[in-house]
């Protein structure tokens, strides 16, 4: 009899999850570079332009959206039509059958380190997470178990709940393996002040 060894994540597993990591990483990045010019920026054009970086925790998809006006709202987000008037589409997706973002109970499981260790990061934290696993998604209707991290030219970035002076965090959680079950967590963790995203995998 052959027996069925534990697995980690497949290739496409890996490849979603880099996919998001580089939306993230590229949106804070990129608000990181423009602090040195950002007064300029601003003085020059008036421009409120954002770009947001939405999930669903429900229908494990994401997007992330150019908000030209600054008006990006989530309790009125469609998820059908994701960029009206206003609002330009830069990426989309679904994570593949068996990975998902809220299938952890208890996110990364402890606290992160600087400069993220006030980001809450698993079910005990302070403050408490919103959504298993979203710190910032939505609990009631509409757009139950949605969260947007929005990365402001200034540098920072804003989340549609949760402290703004600290940061928030999600979870993209891989299918059970092996006899215990337990399945490997990876967390995507924002700074507010700064915008700037890290990733954390539980077990390594």
Known sequence: MSRRLPRGFTLIEIAIALAIMAVIAAMGLGALSRLKDRGNFASA???????VFVIDTVGARFWGIEDV????????????????????LLVSG??????????ATNGYG?????????????????????FAYCSFCRTTTPNLGFGAISFDTSGG??????????????SVVGQSQGATGAQTVMTYAVV???????T????P
């Open 45 to 51: 054009t008036g421009d409120l332009i954002t770009t």
């Open 69 to 88: 006006n600054g008006a990006f709202d989530i309790t009125t987000f469609n998820a059908s039509n994701p960029a009206p008037a206003g609002f330009n």
């Open 94 to 103: 679904t994570l593949p059958n068996g990975v998902t973002f809220n299938g």
């Open 110 to 130: 402890a606290a992160l380190p600087q400069p993220y260790v006030g980001v809450p990061s698993y079910s005990g934290s302070s403050p408490a997470p919103n």
């Open 157 to 170: 970035a804003r989340f549609n709940a949760g402290p703004a002076a600290v940061g928030q965090s999600f």
């Open 192 to 198: 507010g002040p700064t915008g700037t995203a890290d």
């Open 200 to 203: 954390f995998q539980n077990p």
